[in-house]
């Protein structure tokens, strides 16, 4: 909480709202990393969900069949 609410990050624009796609929301991230020519570099998108790259990993990464990967999956609650 003290970061977030921190004057001086506040000041050099340091957060970032950024639309997250299903929450129907904005949510306040950390700015990029660096400044170039006088601006922060731009977050384009939000961290990704909770198992989001599943298929990525378990199909094209670990080559799993996608009977295989049925067991790995999340439940959500």
Same mark, same amino acid.
């Not at 990029?32 to 922060?40: D, W």
């Not at 298929?55 to 799993?64: I, R, Y």
């Given at each position: 909480?003290? *970061? =977030? +609410?921190?004057?001086?990050l506040a /000041? &050099? +624009?340091f957060?970032q709202?950024?639309?997250?796609?299903g929450?129907?929301?904005?949510?306040?991230?950390?700015?990029?990393? =660096? /400044?170039? +020519?006088?601006? &922060?570099?731009? *977050?384009?998108?939000?961290a990704?969900r909770?198992?989001? $790259? +599943? $298929?990525?990993?378990?199909?094209?990464e670990?080559?799993?069949s =996608?009977?295989?990967?049925?067991?790995?999956?999340? /439940?959500s =609650?």
């Amino acid at each position: 909480e003290d *970061i =977030a +609410n921190d004057p001086q990050l506040a /000041v &050099r +624009n340091f957060w970032q709202r950024v639309s997250c796609p299903g929450l129907d929301r904005t949510l306040k991230y950390p700015g990029g990393f =660096a /400044v170039i +020519n006088g601006e &922060r570099l731009e *977050i384009r998108r939000p961290a990704p969900r909770v198992g989001e $790259h +599943n $298929h990525e990993l378990f199909v094209k990464e670990l080559g799993l069949s =996608a009977f295989e990967t049925k067991d790995l999956q999340l /439940v959500s =609650a």
